[in-house]
């Protein structure tokens, strides 16, 4: 079991150019997060994902695009990266919203917009 | 808007010592809260707290929850250099379980 998976682990952009995060999960979980982390603000939900096929927008959304095609994989788009967007991004899942479920954390990818 | 607030927001302790990290809500519909530790990569899973005083444990780490006063402590006794770590509270809420993160605790323990 290699849980939840993140691609690149790290990546350099220039303003205006965009890119694609890629979260994967092989514990057939049915909840997908985006968080964003930067230095004194914690972790800020971007978007997440009920069910294949669904998303919903977060706290800070704006400047992202999700997709979750497949169960196993939620991706993260940024269509015209901007400074602002210089921060280390974590996907998550969890099996279920029921109380006594956590969510689990892929190994985060720390972007740079020059 | 969730809010959830951890203090300190840093600290520095010897090895031996013993640290309690807190952690305040102010949410609707809150469903548990968690803790998470944080070494420079993805958080890892420490505790999930529903019900209040009922404390939880695992080592040399506690923790306890008080949904009367809306707040939470974490407990680290005999505190060890791998101790070192940012330490997140979340609140979970909601039907689709959102958590709203506090920015996080930094300790450091020197040897």
């Known amino acids: 079991n290699a849980g939840v998976t993140q691609t690149p682990k790290f990546r350099v952009l220039k303003t205006g150019q965009s890119m694609t995060l890629l979260c994967a999960q092989d514990?057939?979980?049915?909840?997908m997060y985006w968080y964003r982390q930067d230095p004194g603000m914690g972790l800020r939900l971007i978007h997440y994902?009920?069910?294949?096929?669904?998303?919903a927008k977060g706290e800070v959304p704006d400047g992202y695009n999700v997709s979750r095609l497949k169960k196993q994989n939620f991706l993260l788009g940024l269509e015209s990266a901007a400074p602002s967007q210089t921060s280390v991004y974590f996907c998550?899942?969890?099996?279920?919203?029921?109380?006594?479920?956590?969510?689990?954390f892929g190994p985060g990818t720390r972007l740079t917009v020059t | 808007e969730d809010k959830v607030v951890q203090s300190p927001l840093s600290l520095v302790v010897h090895e031996g010592d013993t640290v309690t990290l807190n952690c305040s809500y102010e949410?609707?519909?809150?469903?548990?809260l968690l803790w998470y530790k944080q070494e420079k990569k993805a958080p890892t899973f420490l505790f999930m707290l529903?019900?209040?005083?009922i404390e939880k444990k695992s080592g040399r780490l506690s923790s306890i929850l008080d949904k009367k006063e809306l707040f939470s402590i974490l407990n680290i006794t005999a505190t060890q250099t791998g101790d070192s770590a940012v330490y997140l509270c979340?609140?979970?809420?909601?039907?689709?379980?959102?958590?709203?993160f506090g920015k996080g605790i930094t300790l450091s323990v020197r040897p």
């Open positions: 998550a899942s969890s099996p279920s919203t029921g109380v006594h479920y956590e969510q689990y």
């Open positions: 514990m057939n979980h049915e909840y």
């Open positions: 994902s009920v069910g294949e096929g669904t998303t």
């Open positions: 949410v609707t519909n809150f469903r548990s």
């Open positions: 529903t019900s209040s005083g």
């Open positions: 979340a609140v979970k809420t909601g039907a689709n379980s959102k958590l709203t």
